[in-house]
């Protein structure tokens, strides 16, 4: 691949395929000195691990993590990171009809006009596979903020949202959703598993908030921290849309509404709004940083759809196998992951200039 690596100062790199012996991550420009073991990564992949309810792809991973170079005696060296997870699930034979057709809505035919080639057992680096690499990573990177909060939840499953005045953070470890409303969570259990049976999938729209993130960081004009936030979230596959802030509704206020009003504070402005989610001018502002990120539904599902052969040929496909009904849901863990990489990179990329 041309081009494979995330981040500036703090950069990481995945590699491998799902139907591959192994994936995993590469995370350099970590500092050293800081107290890392598997221990500190595992339970972020076990939030993202497949198989753990029937709303999840059935395909069963432990997603055991092993730190293969950058930490000895228990510390970050300062050297780069190696972080391996061994793939013992695969089951590539579900693909032979993905292997003559393209699925719509997939990666598919977009890897094959670029590379004349691609990997179709599981879509190779475009399934969903890959992110377990970057919640990995994301767990080093947390190391980095320790001062910054950070917690995502599903907002919308297939059009359904979540009642705001309904919003408990404790409910969130409760379902297999990470919905923070247990009145949405009941309904979602329907809403999705109906889908499932039908062969079908849904979209869904996960919300993130990093809070205790001081005034500062982000680099404008071309490092800014909304503009590699986005980036960040549209590179996880299946995701169609970012927003900062109230984002698109913005656009629908008056300048007075979409205002942040200020007033003087002991340890300088209050806020009485974020509008902005936490950012301004590509800089942090000391409010929360907040994003929503759309995922599409899942492109591999069992009803038929009109597609076209390697060849050009009018057909049909089918993707039999194992997949995520809603692929949102085990998103939950990736933004954060993201959000903690982005934050992490922002941060050594502020001391490097401002000290």
Request: net charge negative; proline share 7%; glycine share 10%.
């Amino acid at each position: 691949m041309s081009f494979n690596t995330f981040g500036r100062v703090l950069r990481f790199s995945t590699w491998g395929e799902s139907h591959g012996p192994a994936i995993g991550a590469v995370v350099d420009g970590c500092p050293p000195g800081l107290a890392l073991s598997e221990a500190d990564i595992q339970p972020f992949l076990d939030q993202r691990r497949p198989g753990t309810s029937k709303f999840t792809t059935q395909r069963r991973e432990p997603d055991a993590v092993r730190i293969l170079s950058g930490v000895f005696e228990g510390k970050t060296t300062g050297t780069p990171i190696s972080l391996m997870i061994e793939n013992v699930d695969q089951r590539s034979k579900d693909y032979s009809d993905v292997a003559k057709a393209y699925r719509p809505g997939h990666a598919d035919y977009a890897y094959d006009a670029k590379y004349g080639f691609r990997d179709y057992r599981g879509g190779g680096r475009s399934s969903a596979r890959e992110t377990a690499s970057r919640v990995a990573a994301g767990a080093v990177a947390r190391l980095v903020v320790p001062e910054v909060d950070i917690f995502a939840w599903v907002s919308e499953i297939g059009g359904d949202a979540i009642d705001p005045a309904q919003f408990d953070p404790a409910e969130i470890a409760n379902n297999p959703f990470f919905c923070p409303d247990p009145v949405a969570a009941n309904r979602w259990e329907k809403l999705v598993d109906d889908a499932r049976l039908d062969g079908s999938s849904l979209g869904a729209v996960v919300e993130c908030v990093a809070s205790g993130v001081p005034a500062g960081w982000g680099a404008p004009l071309y490092a800014k921290l909304d503009s590699e936030l986005a980036a960040a979230m549209m590179s996880i596959n299946a995701v169609k849309g970012v927003e900062i802030g109230d984002g698109f509704a913005a656009a629908r206020l008056r300048g007075e509404q979409n205002a942040d009003p200020m007033r003087p504070g002991n340890e300088g402005p209050v806020f009485l709004a974020n509008h902005a989610g936490g950012i301004a001018g590509g800089i942090s502002t000391g409010q929360p940083v907040k994003v929503r990120v759309a995922f599409k539904p899942t492109s591999s599902i069992l009803i038929p759809v009109e597609t076209v052969t390697r060849e050009g040929e009018a057909s049909d496909i089918v993707t039999r196998g194992r997949h995520d009904p809603c692929v949102g849901i085990r998103g939950v863990p990736v933004v954060e992951a993201m959000m903690a990489l982005v934050l992490a990179d922002q941060k050594l990329l502020h001391r490097a200039q401002c000290g």
